[in-house]
């Protein structure tokens, strides 16, 4: 666990559907369902974390979902709340990504975002990642591509300051 800014970044149970369904719905025109998440958060294969605010009421303000692949960790789902938006909280959630994979020198790190959303590609890349790709079309909501970027692995199991 990690905890910055009034910020705790823990995994994420069954018991935080609720919570990360509203998050979904309001960041998304077209919301991961119940299901999804569901699947997600049991599935050995993934990596779920919660951005937890400090403090008596312990709310959810952001989470982050990873699926564990032969030569990637695809992060496939990133959100946060509207009003946590643009305070490091994205950022704490994935610098806890690479802590807890640190070890694991085969894996890049991979993900897809809209070539519209400027502010998510600027974070992406000054964590390292790079555009690698395009996919016309991408978004089913109004057929948006996607940028593919991708982030090399750490080298001999070390982290890598960027």
Not at 26 to 51: D, H, N, Q
């Amino acid at each position: 666990m990690s905890a910055t800014r009034n910020i705790s970044i823990v995994e994420l149970s069954m018991d935080d559907l609720d919570a990360i369904e509203l998050i979904e719905r309001r960041s998304y025109p077209t919301p991961w369902s119940r299901k999804m998440f569901s699947a997600e958060l049991v599935k050995r294969s993934s990596i779920c974390l919660g951005a937890f605010e400090s403090g008596p009421d312990a709310s959810l303000v952001g989470y982050l979902v990873v699926s564990r692949y032969v030569d990637a960790w695809h992060i496939m789902n990133v959100a946060v709340q509207e009003a946590q938006r643009r305070r490091g909280v994205a950022r704490q959630l994935l610098d806890e990504l690479f802590a807890r994979t640190v070890d694991d020198v085969l894996r890049g790190y991979t993900l897809e975002v809209r070539v519209s959303n400027a502010g998510a590609i600027c974070l992406y890349q000054g964590l390292g990642f790079t555009p690698r790709g395009r996919r016309g079309g991408y978004y089913t909501d109004n057929r948006e591509d996607a940028l593919i970027m991708w982030r090399d692995p750490p080298l001999s199991g070390q982290a890598i300051d960027v």
